[in-house]
């Protein structure tokens, strides 16, 4: 009996292209159920990932920094993800000017990742002393 090389059925079964479409399909299968859970929440741009079952959100910088970080918690909490927090690049005197929300889970195998980039307020605008001259 002549034994096959495994080489040979993985060539002939294996088609990494359709082994993304295949996960792609998994991930999109998720989106309605995603929005479900954020029925009468702020809009997210959601993107399916090229490769693997993954879902990546954005939530739009838009409106003050107080409500853009609500609405990512209730995103967050909606979606069942852990947060992770970065800060960007300071002002002059060491205060960031932006702070890298992301928070990310599994949700029925796949991947979900959300982030916000919130500007933080103008500091100045709060200096009482300041006479605009």
Known sequence: MTRTPM???????????I??????????????AILAAG??????AWTVGAAGAVIAGRLPRSGRPMSQRAAF??????????M???VGPGD???RPASAH??????RGGVR??????????????????????
């Open 84 to 86: 992770h927090v970065g």
């Open 39 to 44: 029925r009468g929440l702020p809009p997210v």
């Open 101 to 106: 929300l992301s928070a990310t889970g599994t």
């Open 92 to 94: 002059p005197i060491g």
């Open 7 to 17: 080489s040979t059925f993985t060539s002939a079964f294996f088609d990494p292209q």
């Open 73 to 82: 918690e209730a995103w967050r909490h909606a979606l069942g993800l852990t």
């Open 19 to 32: 082994e993304q479409e295949i996960w792609q399909q998994r991930a999109a299968a998720q989106l309605p």
């Open 112 to 133: 979900v990742h959300l982030s916000a980039t919130i500007l933080c307020d103008d500091h100045d605008d709060h200096d009482e002393g300041r006479t605009g001259s």
